[in-house]
DNA sequence: AAGAGTAGCAACCGCTGTATG
DNA sequence: TCATACAGCGGTTGCTACTCT
């Protein structure tokens, strides 16, 4: 036998929540903790589904939440997570304290998306809308979005870990300790990697004085330009990365002014694709899934994750050079000024909706802002 | 001033995976 | 083992306020 029906849905009320119910929703949980929602509505002295209750209750009426207006970094998160996720609302806002899966959507629907959309940026996708010129751009855009795809899985997986960790402090409020999940700061991998740079080339962006795009810090000893960005006028998002996974399927391959060799992914971390069982080397063109990456994420004796040795030369080779071309990829789409001539959407936007009004620079400062972000927007996160 | 159109957002709906009896 | 409730999630709706004509 199963569980007696939750609750039938004749006499309850619906719609918009009164000040009084709240005060009545609000001070039961005060007192007694949420406990069982579907018990709740009665107890609570409420004729409201328990199911309502619960929505109430998380997207409103939980003391730890912020209302409001977004502020700039939070946008950034937004738009970043949201490159990489989709639209996992509860994955973002995962990393996004306070906030919840549902305004964080609503605030994307009713914003972000719009913004996006005007500077010529397919929200759905985070690439440039098709146009003339897109034909040439269709092998980058597909190594673009098979490397987004990876940290997109690596997220998500990293996102059910933080969901899981909460499950273990759901100690109805007002008794819930102070309690964080464990490490799960994806992008200091990432940062692992500029860090262990042997070669920094300084700055403070995206893009140099000159508009070529670069890293954060570069992490190669190659020479100079060694992932060169062209820049052509071809339209928005007309600048590409080398894709460099293309390396690993040559197993030598001239990048840039630099050579590079198949690297060795080490055993105890495989994040980059299906290895073969011969040297772990990736193979790419593999369509990543959450098994794949389940099993690339190594935990250690107390269930964290367990990052690998940043100083092991084939985690640093494969890593920095994945989330160099990652970064330069996604880069070039947000950056293309828009003035272009052949630009098909127009001048461009800064995210307040005014035009930039062919300021290359403030643009570019913009646009680095927000990529520099994604590797220290988590610095201050109890999340990360 | 008034009606139409639009934006913003709270809340609902329906689906899915998990827990429970 | 199975049926069912629960909880979470993402999509959608509908109400309210605001803007435009």
Not at 152 to 171: D, F
Not at 305 to 321: H, K, R, W
Not at 377 to 384: D, L, N, V
Request: proline fraction near 6%.
């Amino acid at each position: 036998m199963g569980r007696s029906p939750c609750c039938d849905k004749v006499g309850l009320k619906k719609g918009t929540w009164t000040a009084e119910e709240d005060q009545k929703l609000l001070t039961y949980i005060e007192r007694h903790g949420h406990g069982s929602w579907r018990a709740l509505p009665s107890k609570a002295g409420l004729q409201r589904c328990g199911k309502s209750c619960r929505l109430r209750w998380t997207n409103y009426l939980r003391p730890d939440i912020k209302r409001g207006k977004f502020s700039l970094q939070e946008e950034q998160t937004i738009i970043q997570l949201h490159a990489l996720l989709g639209n996992r609302w509860s994955a973002i806002a995962a990393h996004l304290p306070k906030r919840t899966d549902n305004e964080i959507k609503n605030y994307w629907n009713t914003h972000l998306k719009k913004r996006l959309t005007k500077m010529g940026i397919d929200p759905a996708t985070h690439k440039p809308k098709t146009n003339a010129f897109g034909c040439s751009q269709q092998k980058d855009a597909a190594n673009l979005s098979h490397m987004a795809q990876w940290e997109s899985a690596r997220l998500e997986a990293e996102a059910r870990l933080v969901r899981e960790s909460k499950l273990l402090s759901s100690i109805p409020y007002p008794t819930k300790p102070s309690f964080q999940p464990p490490c799960l700061d994806i992008l200091k991998v990432w940062q692992a990697t500029w860090t262990t740079t042997k070669n920094v080339t300084s700055t403070n962006g995206f893009f140099t004085s000159n508009g070529n795009l670069q890293s954060p810090n570069s992490t190669l000893n190659f020479s100079d330009n060694m992932f060169p960005v062209p820049r052509t006028n071809a339209g928005f998002g007309a600048n590409v990365a080398i894709p460099v996974m293309e390396y690993v399927e040559n197993s030598k391959q001239q990048v840039g002014s630099g050579t590079m060799t198949k690297q060795t992914v080490p055993n105890s971390w495989k994040p980059l694709g299906k290895l073969n069982q011969h040297d772990h080397q990736v193979e790419v063109g593999e369509r990543m899934d959450m098994e794949v990456m389940d099993n690339a994420i190594q935990l250690d004796d107390n269930d964290n994750i367990e990052y690998p040795n940043p100083d092991d030369a084939g985690y640093i080779a494969e890593n920095s050079l994945r989330h160099q071309s990652f970064m330069e990829g996604f880069a070039s789409i947000l950056s293309d000024d828009g003035n272009n001539s052949t630009s098909p959407n127009g001048p461009c936007y800064n995210l307040d909706n005014s035009s930039c009004g062919g300021d290359l620079e403030d643009n570019r400062k913009y646009w680095n802002n927000i990529l520099d972000n994604v590797v220290t927007f988590t610095s201050g996160s109890p999340i990360f």
